[in-house]
């Protein structure tokens, strides 16, 4: 009964990656969970700076600081597009790396581009097809702090300085509603200075600030805790939908794993049962020879 | 006694530190203390790391290490935006000495401009923190 064994062996294999499949499944809620209590607390903070820089931007129309748009169009043969391209680390999520990477390479076709690559199945990727990113911008994708979001946002803001790029996209994916994700494109830098002005009637007295020191240090005191917060979330929308896709793609392996080793128990049973009934021919056909000769 | 009082907010990314009624505020500017009382005029400035107080109504005050930002006030509502905010009980001084010794290793290196400023922040969070863990508020 060679082929019972096999059989055997095959559902003991496929019952302990079952385990492991349901385990990520696991892990991935949690940390899906505890992702976006950490997003929950940054909002107050995050939508606060982002008011004040809509006030700031109102009062102060025609103000002029190094990460806002300028009037100037730099031509399109002289520009270095900045792309962040936000992955996972590890595959197994269904497609939610393709559908990032898939969305970069169309992104960054006949353009002169710098990429930084956040999360290890991105850097592979590119490295696999020669496309050069950024080195030493080794950063994981686990866990999304705030501190590395800062760190990153440094990094660029400073590429940005020093005219290395001269704007930024960020290619990240974003829940659509709670079971289905997209892939999203938000451009960064330099940030957009029009604000709809519209909503505020002009009767309306509107107060008058005092900027201390003045309106520039300001607002560089602003912008770069405003751009790691979008970072941030950014990371996190990821960092959650990855969470998610894998969820889902470890359901889905959970879900066959049990219809395989349902079948495979089916065909098991039955030729053990082919055996015993075998056997039983066997004996009771020997046992009857044997009266035979008596 | 009455006094008039004041909307005062403290948020950070950890979430909101205080919400409630203030008496007075004094935050670290870019040059110098600056105290906010309420009904102050309308102002927007830019704080930095060290230590900020605030009397609440029972006129006690309150000290709390913070990290850089800006504070608004408007329509006597003050809002303060810090990278950081902790009371002196939940600072871990430990922890505060472990990274001045750091910063302070790391400054004594020859080191490019911007690892230098990275580490002269990192000292600045450090001493504030060291400082405001060891200080009852007035």
């Given amino acids: 009964?060679?082929?019972?064994?096999?059989?055997?062996?095959?559902?003991?294999?496929?019952?302990?990656?079952?385990?492991?499949?349901?385990?990520?499944?696991?892990?991935?809620?949690?940390?899906?969970?505890?992702?976006?209590?950490?997003?929950?607390?940054?909002?107050?903070?995050?939508?606060?700076?982002?008011?004040?820089?809509?006030?700031?931007?109102?009062?102060?129309?025609?103000?002029?600081h190094p990460y806002l748009r300028g009037d100037e169009e730099r031509p399109e043969s002289e520009t270095t597009h900045g792309f962040l391209v936000v992955t996972a680390d590890k595959g197994l999520a269904g497609s939610y790396n393709a559908n990032v990477l898939k969305e970069t390479g169309r992104l960054?076709?006949?353009?002169?581009?710098?990429?930084?690559?956040?999360?290890?199945?991105?850097?592979?990727?590119?490295?696999?097809?020669?496309?050069?990113i950024e080195e030493n911008f080794t950063y994981?994708?686990?866990?999304?702090?705030?501190?590395?979001?800062?760190?990153?946002?440094?990094?660029?803001?400073?590429?940005?300085?020093?005219?290395?790029?001269?704007?930024?996209?960020?290619?990240?994916?974003?829940?659509?509603?709670?079971?289905?994700?997209?892939?999203?494109?938000?451009?960064?830098?330099?940030?957009?200075?029009?604000?709809?002005?519209?909503?505020?009637?002009?009767?309306?007295?509107?107060?008058?600030?005092?900027?201390?020191?003045?309106?520039?240090?300001?607002?560089?005191?602003?912008?770069?805790?405003?751009v790691a917060g979008l970072v941030y979330s950014a990371l996190v929308e990821s960092y959650c939908c990855e969470q998610n896709s894998?969820?889902?793609?470890?359901?889905?392996?959970?879900?066959?794993?049990?219809?395989?080793?349902?079948?495979?128990?089916?065909?098991?049973?039955?030729?053990?049962?082919?055996?015993?009934?075998?056997?039983?021919?066997?004996?009771?056909a020997g046992a009857r020879s044997g009266n035979l000769h008596n | 006694m009455n006094k008039k009082t004041g909307a005062l907010r403290i948020i950070s990314p950890d979430g909101i530190f205080y919400d409630g009624r203030m008496l007075a505020v004094i935050m670290p500017s870019l040059d110098g203390q600056l105290e906010f009382l309420p009904c102050h005029e309308e102002m927007i400035t830019v704080i930095i790391t060290g230590e900020l107080k605030y009397q609440t109504e029972d006129e006690k005050w309150h000290v709390a290490a913070v990290g850089g930002g800006v504070a608004e006030t408007a329509n006597n509502r003050c809002d303060i935006y810090v990278d950081f905010a902790e009371k002196p009980e939940d600072i871990d001084k430990n922890r505060a000495k472990a990274a001045l010794e750091r910063a302070t290793e790391q400054m004594r290196q020859k080191k490019s401009i911007e690892e230098y400023k990275i580490s002269q922040a990192a000292l600045a969070r450090a001493l504030t923190r060291l400082r405001v863990a060891d200080k009852d508020p007035f």
């Fill in chain 1, 1 to 64: 009964m060679a082929g019972s064994a096999d059989i055997k062996n095959r559902i003991k294999g496929i019952q302990d990656t079952r385990k492991i499949t349901n385990a990520m499944y696991l892990i991935s809620s949690t940390k899906l969970r505890r992702a976006k209590k950490s997003m929950e607390d940054i909002e107050p903070y995050f939508y606060g700076l982002q008011s004040l820089m809509q006030r700031m931007m109102r009062h102060f129309p025609d103000m002029t």
């Fill in chain 1, 108 to 132: 960054m076709k006949g353009k002169s581009s710098r990429l930084y690559v956040v999360g290890e199945a991105g850097r592979r990727f590119f490295e696999q097809r020669k496309i050069s």
């Fill in chain 1, 140 to 226: 994981t994708v686990q866990n999304p702090t705030r501190a590395r979001a800062r760190v990153i946002t440094n990094t660029f803001l400073k590429d940005f300085e020093e005219e290395k790029i001269h704007d930024l996209t960020v290619v990240f994916t974003a829940m659509k509603n709670s079971l289905e994700t997209e892939t999203r494109v938000m451009k960064l830098m330099p940030l957009e200075k029009e604000m709809p002005l519209k909503d505020i009637p002009s009767d309306v007295p509107r107060e008058e600030f005092i900027i201390h020191p003045s309106p520039k240090e300001v607002l560089s005191a602003i912008i770069p805790p405003y």
């Fill in chain 1, 246 to 284: 894998r969820m889902q793609a470890m359901r889905a392996a959970n879900d066959s794993a049990d219809e395989i080793v349902q079948e495979l128990k089916v065909r098991y049973n039955r030729k053990r049962q082919a055996g015993i009934t075998q056997e039983i021919t066997e004996v009771s």
